[in-house]
Structures are given as C-alpha cells and as structure tokens.
C-alpha cells in the first residue's frame, strides 16, 4: 500500500478507535453520571453496578488502544498534545482513578457513607473524562497555540485555564451528554422494573439535549469560528515535515469538506438522524434499538468534527504553518504499514473476544438477583 493511502487509512483508523472508545468505555461511564440519580437505594445501585462491572476493565482496551495508537501514527500530535493538555490529560487520569477502586472496593463495606462516597466516585470517574475530551476537541476545532522551529521542536503557550473556553465547555456538554444518552439505552437493556423507568426517561431527556447543544455547536462552528485551509501545494506523498506547507485562517473554513465532499454531509446528518432514532425508540422500549442508535450517533458525532477539520488533526492558532494534518503529523511508511498489519489481525480478536464475553454475561441483572448473590457480586 502506497504511503498516501496509509495515510488516510490511519486517520479513519484513529477514527474508528476513537469511536469505539466512545461506544464501548461510553455506556459504562454513562453508567456512572446515571448512577446516583437512576438507583434510589443501595440494592438498585448495585445491580447498575453489575451490568457493567464485569465487562468496564475489558472496555478500557479502546482508550488504551486509541491512544498507542495515536503515540505510533501520529508522533508529533502525541508529544504536542500530551504536552499543551497535560493538565487536563492529567484530570481525566485522575478521574479515571475512581473507577476500578469504586468497582472493587464499594461493596466491600456495608457502611452507606462508604457506599454512597464511592457512589459519587464513580459518578466522577464516568462524567468528567468525557468532559474534557470534548474540550480537547473543541480546542481543536479553535485552533491550540503551539508553533514548531526548524528542528520541530514544539513550543506551547496556552494554560489549562485557557482550554476551558465556552465553546470549549459547550463542546464538552455535548461530550457529556452523548455518553450519556448511550449509557441510559444500555441500562435501559440490562435492567427492569423501576429502575429501567428512570434510566427510559434519562434516555429520552440526554437524547433530546444532545440534539439541541450538538446543533447549536454546530451553528457556532459555521457562523462564529475560523477554520484553517492549506493554501500551498502539498504533495501527500512526501515526507512528512509540518512547515513544508502554508496555511490560512479563514472564516467558514470548517465547511469546506462539506461543499467539496458531497458524502461529508452525511455524516452530521447520520448523527442527528440515529438521535432522533434513540428517541424514537426508547418511547417504543425498544432498548436494543436505542442502544445502537445512540452508538451510530457516536460515530456521527466524532466523523462531524474529523470531517470538518480534515486534514487537519491539530490546527495552531499561534503558527497556523505548524498545525499539524494527516500527512505531515505521521510516521515512517514502514511503522504505518506493520501497524495495519498488526490491526487487521488483533482488532477482530479484540471485537470477537468483546461479543463472547457480552454474550456468555448478558442478561438482566435485577435487585432479587443482587440480594440474592451478595456475597458473589459488585
């Protein structure tokens, strides 16, 4: 496969990574922002603890995934992103912290301060990461002031306080609000009676939220936000170098894919049509349909935002000639190539494996259940 190709393939794998990361590790966090509102006593959290506690370790694979990937694809956008967002990189790990020790430990002890304290860790762990990653890529979508010297070594100026801009935090809302959506259908399908009645309702209302800020970031984008265009003539086949190039800011730039790519209008459209679905079908309590219309909306979500950007993976509003896009942020054609290697075999390992284990622990996980088995469970 010729380097250009790789090139491209390797933005749509990051891509779909990064959509399995929000489908996967989603319905679990969605879990916990839902956790302290959906289960009234101790007996209903636990059993919305147990429809994902023996499968949330094995989900963390997409976002461990994702991220190798992006550090062995993408070199330079792992360095000057994991430098210009590590503060916020470092919140969601810290967030993140609260999930396996919540898992494991909060039935350990049957004082309700406890329970109810890691309750609210749990809430944490699942609402903030999805927060700040749709931060990140609002700040994307504004451009992060870094700029590259000659020897391309970065140089960031911003500060976390500066990430957290409002169309930024609209952007994170819409984050928030997704994986929320996706995890009230997955609990809608894993749980019954009063439970799976207040889980239908969170559906219904994160559903229609999610359309609303999702729209109105979308009118943000094409209206109030300068895009980037590549001005001089790049050879994609070339060897990357992220100054042979010359950029341009320019207003409504973020909507040229979708005048020059008729396809590209698509994928927003896929998004707000599998968000009105979810509705659709959760006033149907058809959860297995709503489950996979919110996860379509996932990918419509995520594809809006790298269609629009595209090339472009991380735009420099300092330097708009050091922003980084998909053919000159990449490495060797050699590493890209063993690494499709490598995908095409363990990525359907990993999906294979995931479906078996779904399947062999899938059922409906009530609080007779729970009572019943209280020893043995979360």
């Given at each position: 496969?010729?380097?250009?190709?790789?090139?491209?393939?390797?933005?749509?794998?990051?891509?779909?990574?990064?959509?399995?990361?929000?489908?996967?590790?989603?319905?679990?966090?969605?879990?916990?922002?839902?956790?302290?509102?959906?289960?009234?006593?101790?007996l209903e959290r636990r059993?919305?603890?147990?429809?994902?506690?023996?499968?949330?370790?094995?989900?963390?694979?997409?976002?461990?995934?994702?991220?190798?990937?992006?550090?062995?694809?993408?070199?330079?956008?792992?360095?000057?992103?994991?430098?210009?967002?590590?503060?916020?990189?470092?919140?969601?790990?810290?967030?993140?912290?609260?999930?396996?020790?919540?898992f494991d430990y909060r039935?350990?002890?049957?004082?309700?301060?406890?329970?109810?304290?890691?309750?609210?860790?749990?809430?944490?762990?699942?609402?903030?990461?999805?927060?700040?990653?749709?931060?990140?890529?609002?700040?994307?979508?504004?451009?992060?002031?870094?700029?590259?010297?000659?020897?391309?070594?970065?140089?960031?100026?911003?500060?976390?306080?500066?990430?957290?801009?409002?169309?930024?935090?609209?952007?994170?809302?819409?984050?928030?609000?997704?994986?929320?959506?996706?995890?009230?259908?997955?609990?809608?399908?894993?749980?019954?009676?009063?439970?799976?009645?207040?889980?239908?309702?969170?559906?219904?209302?994160?559903?229609?939220?999610?359309?609303?800020?999702?729209?109105?970031?979308?009118?943000?984008?094409?209206?109030?936000?300068?895009?980037?265009?590549?001005?001089?003539?790049?050879?994609?086949?070339?060897?990357p170098d992220p100054l042979?190039?010359?950029?341009?800011?320019?207003?409504?730039?973020?909507?040229?894919?979708?005048?020059?790519?008729?396809?590209?209008?698509?994928?927003?459209?896929?998004?707000?049509?599998?968000?009105?679905?979810?509705?659709?079908?959760?006033?149907?309590?058809?959860?297995?349909?709503?489950?996979?219309?919110?996860?379509?909306?996932?990918?419509?979500?995520?594809?809006?935002?790298?269609?629009?950007?595209?090339?472009?993976?991380?735009?420099?509003?300092?330097?708009?000639?050091?922003?980084?896009?998909?053919?000159?942020?990449?490495?060797?054609?050699?590493?890209?190539?063993?690494?499709?290697?490598?995908?095409?075999?363990?990525?359907?390992?990993?999906?294979?494996?995931?479906?078996?284990?779904?399947?062999?622990?899938?059922?409906?996980?009530?609080?007779?259940?729970?009572?019943?088995?209280?020893?043995?469970?979360?």
């Amino acid at each position: 496969m010729d380097y250009e190709t790789l090139k491209l393939v390797w933005w749509l794998l990051v891509g779909v990574l990064l959509v399995g990361f929000a489908i996967m590790d989603g319905h679990d966090m969605g879990m916990g922002v839902l956790l302290p509102f959906v289960g009234r006593n101790d007996l209903e959290r636990r059993a919305i603890i147990n429809t994902v506690a023996p499968h949330w370790d094995g989900n963390q694979v997409w976002f461990i995934t994702a991220g190798g990937a992006i550090f062995a694809a993408w070199p330079l956008v792992y360095a000057t992103a994991f430098s210009g967002f590590y503060w916020a990189m470092m919140a969601a790990l810290w967030a993140l912290f609260f999930r396996p020790v919540g898992f494991d430990y909060r039935s350990k002890i049957k004082h309700p301060m406890w329970r109810s304290t890691w309750d609210w860790g749990l809430f944490i762990g699942g609402a903030v990461p999805p927060v700040i990653f749709g931060v990140a890529f609002g700040n994307l979508l504004l451009g992060v002031p870094f700029r590259f010297n000659d020897y391309l070594m970065s140089t960031y100026t911003g500060s976390f306080w500066e990430l957290l801009n409002p169309f930024a935090l609209l952007a994170g809302v819409v984050s928030l609000a997704m994986i929320t959506t996706q995890g009230a259908n997955y609990l809608m399908m894993r749980t019954e009676g009063a439970i799976y009645r207040r889980v239908r309702t969170a559906s219904l209302i994160f559903a229609v939220l999610t359309i609303a800020i999702f729209a109105l970031a979308g009118v943000w984008v094409a209206t109030g936000i300068e895009g980037y265009v590549i001005t001089s003539v790049v050879d994609p086949g070339a060897l990357p170098d992220p100054l042979a190039k010359t950029v341009e800011v320019q207003a409504g730039a973020w909507m040229h894919n979708y005048t020059q790519y008729v396809w590209a209008m698509w994928v927003p459209i896929a998004a707000f049509a599998a968000l009105a679905a979810s509705v659709l079908f959760s006033r149907l309590h058809q959860a297995g349909a709503a489950f996979w219309s919110s996860s379509v909306a996932c990918a419509g979500i995520i594809g809006t935002a790298g269609v629009s950007m595209f090339p472009f993976v991380m735009p420099s509003s300092l330097d708009p000639r050091s922003s980084l896009t998909a053919y000159d942020a990449v490495s060797s054609h050699l590493t890209l190539g063993l690494m499709l290697g490598a995908t095409v075999i363990f990525m359907p390992l990993i999906v294979f494996y995931t479906a078996w284990a779904y399947k062999v622990m899938w059922g409906k996980v009530t609080t007779e259940y729970i009572a019943a088995n209280d020893k043995s469970v979360y």
